[in-house]
C-alpha cells in the first residue's frame, strides 16, 4: 500500500468454533443476517452482490478475489465502492471463541475520501457488533434483513429526537431497558437495549420475531441518515420483514428531509 492510502482495521472477539464464524462472514445466508442481503458464489473469482435497498442502483456487485477457507475471504467490490477490497479472518481463540478481523482498504486522504474513511469505520463498527449478536444468540440461524433508511434534517441530536418521538420510544434508554415502539402509524417493534452510542441503539428482538435491530441517525451535517433496520429469525421473521419492510420505508420517508 502506497503513503498516499490507508485501510480501516478492526476486530470482534465472537462465540463459536472456525466453521461456524467462517459461514457468517464468507456466505450469503451468513453475511445476510448481520449486515445486508448478499449473494456469493463460494469460491475464487465467485460473483456476488450486496443488496442496499429495493432499486437496481443499490445493487453492489463484486467478487471473490481470494477464498481459504474456513480462515480468510477477501471481496473486491465494485465502481459503487470505489475498488475497495474487504478482507476477513478468522482466527481461532480457545476451543469455542474465534477473533474476527476486518481489513478494508484502500482509501485516499482527500476530503472526501475522509468523509468516507469516518462514516464506514463507524459503520462497520455497528456491524461487527451485530456479527457477535448473531453469533452469540442464533449462530446456525440465518435471518431475513430489514434494512429501510432515508435522509432527515439534521443536525443529529435533532434527527434522534424526532425519531425516537414519532416511534413513541425513550429519547436516552440505558442498557437492559425493554423498549417498543408505541406509534400507532408504524410497524411493530420491541426488544432489550443491549448497546447505546452517540449514533444508535441496538436491541435484541423479542417482537415482531426474534433478532436484533439498531436505531441510527448518523452524519455530522445538514442532513443526516436515519435507519430502523432489522435482522429476523424463522418463518414468522420472514413473514414479518416482507411485511414491514415497505411500511417501515414509507414511515422514514413521510418524514424525510425536503
Known sequence: MSDEQRSIELEVEVPGRPEEVWRAVATGPGISSWYVPHTVEERAGGVGTASFGPEPEMQVPGRVAVWEPPRRVVFAGGEE????????????RGDDTCVVRLVNGSFGTSAEDDAQFDGMTEGWRLFMFNLRLHLEHFAGRT?????????????????WSALSSGLGIPVDPAVGDRIEVTASDAPELAGTVVDVDPRWVALLLDRPAPGTAFLAVEGDGEHVTTSIW???????????AARDDPRWRQWLTERAAP
Open 81 to 92: 465502492f470505489g475498488g475497495l477490497t474487504f478482507e476477513w479472518t478468522v482466527e481461532p
Open 143 to 159: 435471518a431475513t434483513a430489514v434494512t429501510p433508511m432515508a435522509l432527515w434534517a439534521g443536525p443529529r441530536e435533532a434527527a
Open 230 to 240: 432489522s435482522y429476523l429469525y424463522g418463518p414468522d421473521g420472514a413473514a414479518a
